[in-house]
């Protein structure tokens, strides 16, 4: 069964801060995809990542940087100087490539305050 | 630019009551999703359609029904709307690729609606 885990329920940092959100997976498959999105306040999930499990290369984006690691089955999400526009909750999501059919399985989300 | 509308952005709604949650997409996605979001809960899938009249169920099916008629509107129902059904209820839509293009059992992103916040007083 697949199962992603957001340990961290609530961060806070003062702006400019590095912030690191953690994303912890299970599954049974060899081939399957990551996601990292955002959902500000305004309440629309915003799609910011997918990867799939072949490409163990991190991936940077402005200020925005994923670590993939499979050995520990992680997919970090790190925002580098953080801005108060960067306040949302964030989830991490999974999905087998049983078919291109699969929905995805989302963590419970990090709600990130991030404070002038 | 993919979008997903919902039909309500808030929806205040009786016990008893039926009621009708309507999602259009306009990119032709094959898929479609329900997911209900509570607090320290995340998102919990409800229904999905990966066809039109196709439908499967996730992991809370339970007080719902679904309905996909036409490829770009996916519809869902509470029979008999109950308290514990407030929430705020989500739509998405992605599409599944084809074996034409080569992409075949890739999998996509979803793209999600603004969301309705339901509350069933």
């Known amino acids: 069964a697949q199962k992603v885990t957001q340990a961290q329920t609530e961060i806070s940092v003062v702006e400019k801060e590095d912030v690191t959100l953690d994303c912890v997976y299970e599954?049974?498959?060899?081939?399957?995809?990551l996601f990292w999105y955002k959902q500000p306040p305004s309440g629309e999930l915003v799609f910011l990542i997918r990867?799939?499990?072949?490409?163990?290369q991190n991936e940077i984006s402005g200020r925005y940087s994923w670590n993939f690691q499979k050995s520990t089955s992680s997919f970090n999400f790190t925002i580098t100087a953080s801005q108060v526009v960067d306040s949302a909750v964030y989830f991490c999501?999974?999905?087998?490539?049983?078919?291109?059919?699969?929905?995805?399985?989302f963590g419970k989300g990090t709600r990130l305050s991030v404070i002038a | 630019d993919v979008k997903v509308t919902q039909s309500s952005r808030y929806l205040v709604k009786r016990t008893g009551e039926k009621v009708f949650l309507e999602c259009v997409q306009d990119m032709d996605h094959e898929n479609m999703f329900w997911y209900r979001q509570d607090p320290g809960l995340g998102l919990r899938l409800i229904y999905f359609s990966y066809d039109v009249k196709m439908k499967e169920k996730g992991d809370i099916p339970e007080g719902y029904s679904v309905s996909r008629e036409k490829k770009e509107r996916f519809s869902l129902i509470l029979e008999s709307a109950s308290t514990n059904q407030t929430s705020m209820y989500l739509c998405a839509s992605k599409t599944r690729g084809n074996e034409a293009s080569g992409n075949w059992g890739l999998v996509y992103e979803q793209y999600f609606g603004p969301g309705t916040r339901l509350t069933v007083t």
């Open positions: 999501a999974l999905s087998e490539a049983l078919s291109g059919n699969t929905p995805l399985v």
């Open positions: 599954t049974r498959d060899t081939t399957y995809y």
């Open positions: 990867r799939n499990s072949f490409d163990e």
